[in-house]
Structures are given as C-alpha cells and as structure tokens.
C-alpha cells in the first residue's frame, strides 16, 4: 500500500514558476514509476508527466514538454514537479500518482490533488 500526499500548489501569474512535491509512505516507492496528472474544471484528468523507477526515463504531454520537469528523490520518497512558463491554461487540480502507465490515466495508487491556478 503506498499512500501519496502532494504540496506546493497555489497562485502564480502567468510566466512563473511552481514546485510541486509527492511524498510517498511505504518502503515500495522506489519500485513504482510515478507520474503527475491535471484535471481542470469540466475537463476529463490528463496525463502530465511520468518518470521510471529510476528517474533516468521521463515522458511529458506534448502541452508541457519543454516548460516541466519530473524527477523523484527515492530516498526521501519524493517526486517533484517543476512548472515553469506557467499559463493560465495550466490551471487545475494536480494529483501525484504512483504504478502508472505512460501516456494514460490508469495508476493504481492516487494523491488527493493540489490546486494550481494561473492568473492572466
């Protein structure tokens, strides 16, 4: 069982930057690829960004590829999500998950979100 609770969200105007962070409970962290996905208001979620198991292989949605970096620090059981060239079209609800499919929506373990809002 791994538990996943995510931090950093907030407001920013656009052009700025963000950190989010995923801390993980449970000695498997390091055994799951993690990802970051996005649900905005009256959108279905939407895959953000993935990393392996050993943080050496990344995907990214084609909408942020360029402005957004995952990466993960397995001994503090952490993945991190820096954002930047933010836009207001990035704005929603971010959820870390863990055991997860490149490039889809499927995970099998889920954090209970963070808000991103970027102001015009």
């Known amino acids: 069982q791994v538990q996943l609770v995510e931090s950093g969200g907030g407001l920013v105007q656009a052009g700025g930057s963000l950190r989010l962070s995923c801390v993980a409970s449970?000695?498997?962290?390091?055994?799951?690829?993690m990802g970051w996905f996005r649900q905005a208001p009256g959108k279905e979620r939407e895959f953000v960004a993935h990393?392996?198991?050993?943080?050496?292989?990344?995907y990214y949605a084609d909408s942020v590829k360029g402005r957004f970096i995952i990466s993960r620090d397995n001994a503090k059981n952490t993945v991190y999500l820096q954002m930047n060239s933010l836009k207001p079209e990035d704005t929603a609800v971010y959820y870390c998950?863990?055991?997860?499919?490149?490039?889809?929506?499927?995970?099998?373990?889920w954090g209970q979100g963070t808000q991103v809002t970027v102001s015009s």
């Open positions: 449970g000695r498997s962290f390091r055994r799951y690829a």
């Open positions: 990393i392996d198991w050993t943080g050496g292989t990344t």
């Open positions: 998950a863990a055991e997860i499919q490149p490039f889809t929506v499927v995970a099998t373990y």
